[in-house]
């Protein structure tokens, strides 16, 4: 009898979680990152509860009755806004904890030991997934009971509080899946975590394209799919709006929370709990199917290992050196970067193409004469460009670490200042895609066709130009500091995050009781949030395409709504070149900062 007939089976039940699961909860148990995210997710939720019922009490009214009334406004708008923040949270930090770890696998020269093990494909896969829900689950849980003791000022059903938090976490069991599958085929954590956040939106984009173009051909959206008979027994296939409502989970989180502030009653047009059940149950169907493919993968990429055919994969088809210099000169580290690629080619083409699809989409759906289009696709560019540079960054010095040649890196003689220019410029170089992108549509769809004018591409340069780089900087700064590309890229991530939203609402939240308190403090209000706003890309996207639309632009001077102010080209010009400069400013300050920590840590010239 041979070894393998002899060997007893393990029943399934037996080997679910498995040693994987035992080994990351070990193992992420151990590091502190994970109790400083903990931590720090914490402190931000507790922080919204502090600042809306400060907000709240500097607000309040005589009387006992009408201050029951207002506290049971405020708690549906508290619980509505620490939904989102979980929801958003849970999906980014769910996507950069599963992300890197097949890659970190493959790193570190694991996966061959693995063939060694009776271990299935898909044991791995599950056993990783289950340890980083642990996590997940443990945040989810952080959450709930401030949802729930909210619900004491009232105006808040034990219903919406489960189906908020069922759709947070499903989501967050949806992302992670994405990025087990994305760990299988991308080479560096970098980017495999922004391959997993890009595939969640890409889930969720779609049901929303089909409604624009069923919209376009004015299709009926509410209207029934099918009514009939199926064996005698009534069968009615629901509206593609209430579709799209289970097909992406923002569209349901907006359902249920527009449902919870009364803002508008919606269970005329939708189901609430049945949107909730069902956006939950296609979550976890999306991540199962993730959670297969990656299993599948896996077991193919494990197969090829063991064949000795994964080198191959590695080198690149025929002698590319032949086409290019060899010459190094004296900076080894900039020449490599600048040669080095961002990510594989067939996936700068993937997404240049996927790029142009969808402007395609938008323009033909839009129409090409209407402003609020390209302000549209200058919107979601920038946030894609930003997010893409804060997770792409972040893999600079972490790569070197986890590739084990950080070691040999410091044993050159190149001072600091050159390792971490050469790390920056390299970072910057590969963030051209999305922001040349917009800037192509601008100028051929926008200029091109005299719907906006040409000074719209100087002032989208000045504003997404230097905000990529101080995002770089950032990222350079945090890959020295931390000993994972994940980490890195989520301290980035949630860094910027603060910059450009906690600290608006933050101000917002303190200037407006004092103002509404003092009115002789309103132009001073006025003042900070303007200043406050000025650095966000985001917003001054939106305000330097709607100024420069040729429809807006009258015989008047002031055509830029900057805030609470106008202001005309020159003005507006000025105010997005010191804004440039600022960012500039930080930019530099950040790179010495990491100049310095590196000539530190490795007792090395500046």
Request: net charge positive; aromatic share 8%; charged share 10%.
């Amino acid at each position: 009898m041979s070894a393998e007939t002899a060997r007893p089976r393990t029943p399934l039940w037996a080997r679910i979680p498995g040693p994987f699961f035992f080994r990351e909860v070990r193992a992420s148990g151990r590091r502190s990152s994970t109790y400083w995210t903990r931590c720090a997710y914490a402190a931000m939720m507790l922080g919204f509860v502090v600042l809306f019922y400060l907000v709240a009490m500097a607000e309040r009214t005589e009387g006992v009755a009408s201050q029951a009334q207002q506290m049971q406004t405020f708690a549906p708008t508290l619980t509505m806004a620490l939904a989102w923040v979980q929801f958003a949270l849970l999906w980014l930090i769910a996507a950069s904890m599963t992300a890197p770890t097949i890659c970190d696998e493959v790193r570190a020269g694991t996966l061959t030991t693995l063939l060694t093990t009776p271990l299935k494909a898909w044991e791995i896969v599950l056993g990783k997934l289950l340890g980083s829900l642990v996590q997940l689950a443990i945040l989810t849980l952080m959450g709930t009971p401030l949802l729930l003791a909210i619900r004491v000022f009232g105006g808040v059903i034990p219903e919406m509080v489960v189906a908020l938090t069922a759709i947070a976490l499903s989501t967050a069991v949806m992302s992670a899946s994405l990025g087990l599958l994305c760990s299988v085929y991308a080479r560096r954590p970098a980017v495999a975590i922004s391959s997993a956040v890009f595939l969640g939106l890409g889930v969720w984009a779609l049901p929303m394209l089909t409604m624009l173009v069923m919209n376009h051909y004015s299709l009926s959206l509410t209207a029934p799919l099918w009514s009939g008979t199926v064996f005698g027994i009534g069968v009615t296939i629901p509206s593609w709006f209430e579709i799209s409502a289970v097909m992406c989970a923002p569209f349901a989180l907006g359902i249920v929370t527009f449902e919870l502030g009364g803002a508008m009653q919606l269970r005329s047009m939708f189901n609430v709990s049945g949107t909730w059940i069902g956006a939950s149950l296609y979550a976890m169907t999306v991540g199962g199917v993730a959670l297969t493919w990656a299993s599948l993968a896996l077991r193919r990429r494990m197969a090829m290992l063991g064949r000795g055919h994964e080198a191959s994969r590695t080198l690149p088809r025929g002698d590319a050196t032949q086409s290019r210099s060899r010459l190094v000169g004296e900076e080894p580290v900039l020449w490599r970067e600048l040669r080095a690629s961002g990510s594989a080619r067939w996936v700068q083409i993937s997404g240049l193409v996927l790029a142009l699809g969808l402007l395609v989409l938008a323009f033909w759906l839009g129409g090409v004469d209407e402003w609020e289009v390209h302000m549209v696709i200058g919107l979601v560019g920038t946030v894609a460009a930003m997010a893409l540079a804060a997770v792409h960054s972040a893999g600079g010095i972490t790569g070197e670490r986890e590739a084990r040649t950080w070691e040999v890196l410091l044993t050159s003689p190149l001072s600091a200042r050159q390792i971490i220019m050469a790390k920056f410029v390299g970072a910057v170089r590969r963030q051209w895609l999305l922001p040349g992108t917009v800037l192509l549509a601008m100028l051929v769809m926008g200029v091109g066709l005299g719907v906006l004018r040409p000074v719209v591409l100087l002032h989208y340069g000045l504003t997404i130009g230097p905000a990529i780089m101080a995002i770089c900087a950032m990222g350079v700064f945090l890959s020295l500091t931390r000993k994972k590309t994940a980490a890195a890229a989520s301290l980035n991530v949630g860094v910027w995050l603060g910059v450009w939203i906690l600290l608006p609402m933050v101000c917002g939240i303190v200037l407006i009781p004092l103002v509404s308190q003092n009115s002789q403090l309103e132009d001073l209000g006025e003042r900070v949030l303007l200043g406050v706003l000025t650095f966000n890309p985001a917003f001054q996207t939106g305000v330097l395409i709607e100024g420069s639309a040729v429809s807006s632009y009258s015989s008047g001077y002031e055509t830029y709504d900057y805030g609470p102010r106008h202001m005309g080209v020159v003005g507006y010009t000025g105010a997005c070149l010191v804004g440039s400069a600022a960012w500039v400013i930080a930019t530099g300050m950040i790179l010495e900062l990491a100049r310095r920590s590196l000539a530190r840590r490795s007792q090395r010239r500046w």
